[in-house]
């Protein structure tokens, strides 16, 4: 799944892009306001991390054009501001979530869970469909309870595939969160992929709607 993650702090960025990218994201970055806004404005994400304190316009502006133009990614803002009353106009600008600095990771990647959870309609941190279950927490994958060993692609595509659960991805979207916007890559790599999981889950797991995308059934929660 792509994050864009806005923060000016290069050290910050760079410490927590890693830590996205070892939990499975497809991470962009900005440390930018103007260009932050114009990315989420044109590119769809699926989640934001935002800070509030940024060069060219704050982030707080940014979320309100965001939401004004009817973006509706997950946003989880960041900030070191502490005042309460800047929480709220946080939330109230439309942010799902608000983490002060400083922060564990881990809760940024909890919190960062949630939000996209919430957002695709899931309450449980464990997504299935029929015996296939995937712990976001742990990123294992199994099946009927055996754990399944998933390459980073591999588990990429399930994990995308189990959070939009019941609507069928057309394959430039599938293409752009399992191998990342401009990633280049064999125009039939996404269908050799789509074997290898199918390969290692079953047949049935993934369906194809030739012309429209792919599918993983409705998830059970």
């Known amino acids: 799944m ?40 044109t590119e769809d994400y699926g989640a934001v991390i935002l800070d509030l304190g940024l060069p060219g ?15 509706h990614m997950p946003v989880l803002i960041l900030t070191a501001r502490a005042s309460w009353a800047e929480r709220v106009d946080g939330i109230d600008a439309g942010a799902d979530d608000y983490l002060p600095k400083p922060f564990r990771n881990e809760e940024l990647l909890a919190r ?13 941190p464990v997504l299935s469909s029929g015996d ?26 399930i994990a995308y595939l189990l959070r939009q659960s019941g609507r069928v991805v057309p394959q430039h979207e599938l293409e752009e969160n399992v191998y ?3 990633h280049e ?3 039939n790599a996404l ?12 047949a049935d797991i993934i369906e194809t709607r030739r012309g429209f995308g792919y599918l993983i059934p409705e998830t059970a929660e």
């Open 2 to 41: 792509r994050v864009l993650l806005v923060e000016d702090d290069p050290r910050l960025a760079s410490d927590l892009s890693r830590t996205l990218q070892a939990a499975g994201y497809l991470v962009e970055t900005s440390g930018d306001g103007e260009q932050a806004w114009f990315l989420g404005d």
């Open 57 to 71: 316009m704050d982030g707080l502006s940014v979320l309100k054009r965001w939401r004004g133009a009817g973006r």
């Open 112 to 124: 960062l869970r949630a939000i996209v959870r919430r957002s695709a309609g899931h309450a449980a």
């Open 132 to 157: 296939l279950t995937l712990d976001e927490r742990q990123m294992k994958v199994s099946l009927s309870g055996v754990p399944v060993a998933l390459s980073q692609l591999e588990y990429r595509l």
């Open 180 to 182: 990342g916007l401009g």
């Open 185 to 187: 890559h064999d125009s």
């Open 191 to 202: 269908e050799v992929l789509v074997r290898r999981v199918r390969k290692k889950l079953g």
